[in-house]
C-alpha cells in the first residue's frame, strides 16, 4: 500500500484558485481526484491515465486541470474560477488499473490520501 498525502488546501475567495497536490503518488496507475462535504458521498472530479490522458467530472469540466509528475511522485489539481459548491475535502486516491478514465468507482480505488480542506466563500 502506498501512503497518499494532500496538500494546498485553504480558504479562497469565489472566481480565486487553488492548487492541490498530492505526494507518493508515483503510480504507473490510474490515479484521481475526489471530493466530499459532510453529509453527501465522496464524488469523483479528475482522473488521470497511465498515458496522461484525462477525465473530468461535468461539474468542474474546464475549470479544474489534473496533471501528474511521475519523477516527483506528484498528483496536481489545479482549480480555476472557484465557486462555494467546490467547498469540500479534496482526497486523491489510486485506481487499482493503468486506465480509469472517469471510473470514480470508490471500490476500485486502493490507496487513499487523508484529505486536504478547500473553503471558497461567496
Known amino acids: 500500500q502506498v501512503r497518499l498525502v494532500e496538500s494546498g488546501g485553504g480558504s479562497v475567495q469565489g472566481g480565486g484558485s487553488l492548487t492541490l497536490s498530492c505526494a507518493g503518488s508515483g503510480h504507473t496507475n490510474c490515479t484521481a481526484w475526489f471530493r466530499q462535504t459532510p453529509g453527501e458521498e465522496r464524488e469523483g472530479v479528475a482522473s488521470?491515465?497511465?498515458?496522461?490522458?484525462?477525465a473530468y467530472a461535468d461539474s468542474v469540466q474546464g475549470r479544474f486541470t489534473i496533471s501528474k509528475d511521475i519523477a516527483k511522485k506528484t498528483l496536481y489539481l489545479q482549480m480555476n474560477t472557484q465557486t462555494p459548491v467546490d467547498t469540500a475535502v479534496y482526497y486523491c486516491?489510486?485506481?487499482?488499473?493503468?486506465?480509469?478514465?472517469?471510473?470514480?468507482?470508490?471500490?476500485?480505488?486502493?490507496?487513499w490520501g487523508q484529505g486536504t480542506q478547500v473553503t471558497v466563500s461567496s
Open positions: 488521470i491515465n497511465v498515458d496522461h490522458t484525462a
Open positions: 486516491a489510486a485506481h487499482t488499473r493503468w486506465f480509469c478514465s472517469g471510473d470514480f468507482d470508490r471500490n476500485r480505488f486502493k490507496d
